[in-house]
């Protein structure tokens, strides 16, 4: 079983930055790919980013690409989405996301466990 905690969501206005992080607690010595989902008011949840257990491997959908990375830190049994130049459109519930056999979770179906979200709201 494993815990995710996300923080770091808030207010910004469009153009700015805001970094999210996702602590893991629990069994956290498994190979988890870890990944960030986020969900609209009257929307899907939809797949944001995803990152391999080594890091090495990351994958983005279209719409974040050249403006958010994800990455991670092991020995902090933590993860990042670093969101630059927001857009109103970014605005959502994000979700942290764990997968347990180090395939990238980029479908909901895919992810083993949720953290509890964390709100993004980008003002125009």
């Known amino acids: 079983q494993v815990t995710l905690v996300e923080s770091g969501g808030g207010l910004v206005q469009a153009g700015g930055s805001l970094r999210l992080s996702c602590a893991a607690s629990?069994?956290?010595?498994?190979?988890?790919?870890m990944g960030w989902f986020r969900q609209a008011p009257g929307k899907e949840r939809e797949f944001v980013a995803a990152?391999?257990?080594?890091?090495?491997?990351?994958f983005y959908t279209d719409s974040v690409k050249g403006r958010f990375t994800i990455s991670r830190d092991n020995a902090k049994n933590t993860v990042y989405l670093q969101m630059n130049s927001l857009k109103p459109e970014d605005t959502a519930v994000y979700f942290c996301?764990?997968?347990?056999?180090?395939?990238?979770?980029?479908?909901?179906?895919?992810?083993?466990?949720w953290g509890q979200g964390t709100q993004v709201t980008v003002s125009s």
């Open positions: 996301a764990a997968e347990n056999h180090d395939f990238l979770p980029t479908t909901v179906s895919a992810v083993d466990y």
């Open positions: 629990g069994r956290t010595d498994s190979n988890y790919a």
């Open positions: 990152i391999s257990r080594s890091g090495i491997s990351r």
